[in-house]
């Protein structure tokens, strides 16, 4: 017997309204699933790598080691990283999220130290003829003066994430991958690319509001470059 002209799903096409249709509880939960594991990952990545990019920053001979640390870490393979970590999380989401806190501390710390040291040593000694300290000055002159670069790594680091959640899907925790890693196997067409625009979705609609965000808080940019 053959299909019927309106079934896609069993003639098994790219693009199906029936599979939206009738997958749409799983599709959600698989979203919700991918965008709490990234944005888990993106936070404790940052609040990681602030400090480290400040130690960098205050202490020269710091500076090496930690991006050098850093760099290497982002160089091992996913699965190779998540076997490393594999007896310390098990199969678990933590597992996951470990992993891309790793992953991510490439970009935000080089990214913040960049920003750190961008900012001008006269505006430094002019905050300091003011009578700022270090604290003071560090937090209303250095960190809103280095945002522009830190947002900017920001916004690479959550985009990477909505990527390497999906090789989650090797334990079972990589949201929208473990739709695509199980349409693979089946060669199940339509939820394969759903599942692949969705990320897509997602990378994209993040780095808008990350962009947004950025302009929202350094309007100082936006006048520099009219």
Not at 82 to 92: H, N, T
Not at 192 to 203: F, G
Request: with cysteine; proline share 5%.
């Amino acid at each position: 017997m053959t299909a019927p002209p309106d079934d896609c799903l069993a003639r098994n096409e790219w693009i199906c309204g029936a599979y939206l249709s009738s997958r749409r509880t799983i599709l959600w939960d698989a979203v919700l699933q991918h965008l709490q594991l990234t944005f888990a990952a993106v936070l404790i990545g940052l609040a990681i790598a602030v400090p480290l990019a400040l130690a960098a920053r205050r202490w020269n001979a710091a500076a090496a080691p930690v991006l050098g640390v850093t760099t290497v870490l982002y160089t091992i393979p996913s699965l190779a990283m998540f076997s490393l970590l594999l007896p310390f999380y098990g199969l678990s989401a933590s597992l996951v999220v470990a992993g891309l806190v790793l992953y991510s501390l490439t970009l935000l710390v080089r990214n913040i130290l960049a920003g750190l040291r961008g900012v001008p040593e006269e505006t430094r000694q002019a905050a300091r003829g003011l009578g700022y300290g270090p604290l003071r000055l560090l937090l209303t002159v250095e960190l809103p003066l280095a945002l522009p670069a830190a947002l900017a790594g920001l916004r690479i680091a959550t985009v990477s994430a909505v990527s390497l959640v999906t090789i989650g899907a090797i334990v079972g925790y990589g949201g929208l991958g473990n739709l695509i890693y199980a349409g693979m196997n089946s060669f199940f067409k339509a939820q394969v690319l759903t599942a692949s625009v969705l990320c897509v979705v997602i990378a994209v609609a993040a780095d808008v509001i990350l962009l947004l965000l950025q302009r929202r808080l350094t309007p100082w940019t936006r006048r520099a470059r009219a």
